[in-house]
């Protein structure tokens, strides 16, 4: 299988994995990585980010790998004909890896005790609980994405488009720095899919002593970040960055 929609299936699949994977790597008791700090998590969300594109552009697809970046990009050019189509396939693929994540660490949710790391596993949440506070957190951290990441392939930048490879490293590189410098309160989901697909699996999957999914925080990664995709559009159209 080949194709735009099979390639943002599969490419976030592949972020997801790796992303939720670092996660559950340094939260989990007894895994080799417990406790190696944020510093990992968000490397580690940065090379997920790198494969899932390459992963994505590999298979014919346009590695989206995030509704808001559909939407921004909907928004920019006014096409909006594979919005539905792309995030139903991000979300596939985000649901998905939630589940292999769940497999690949199958002996450690019994040996953890706390419920929240395990979901923090799967979906993001506030350091400091304050809905309103969050969501501009989220709008935020997506305004930066979108704009930044448009940037990436921008006439402006490199007139005749970067060298093959070059694109996925920065998108990798700028959701490295996003984690590093604006992802502390929230946990920088600025993906719906990121946050919403794993959180469903975490919800129906047999995880010993879960507890909650947190549904009455789930709007924030999921509104918000489509909200700062818009805001996100209306200036990369305005600044001619695209």
Known sequence: MTGPIFGELLGTFVLI?????????VLLNNSKGQNSGWIVITTGWAFAVLFGIVTSVAVGGVAHLNPAITVALAFASGDWSNVVPFIAAQMVGAFLAGVFVYLHYLPHWAGTADPGLKLAVFCTGPAIRNIPSNAVTEIIGTVVL??????????GLAAGGLPAGFGPFLWGVLVWS??????????????????????????????????SSDWGYAAVPVVAPIIGAIIGGVIVVGLHII
């Open 17 to 25: 994995l790796l992303g939720d994977g670092v996660v559950a790597n």
């Open 178 to 211: 996003i984690g590093l410098s604006l992802g502390g309160p929230t946990g920088y989901a600025i993906n719906p899919a990121r946050d919403l697909g794993p959180r469903i699996a975490h919800a129906i999957l047999p995880i010993p002593g879960k507890g």
């Open 146 to 155: 979108v704009v930044a990441g448009l940037a990436i392939g921008s006439k």
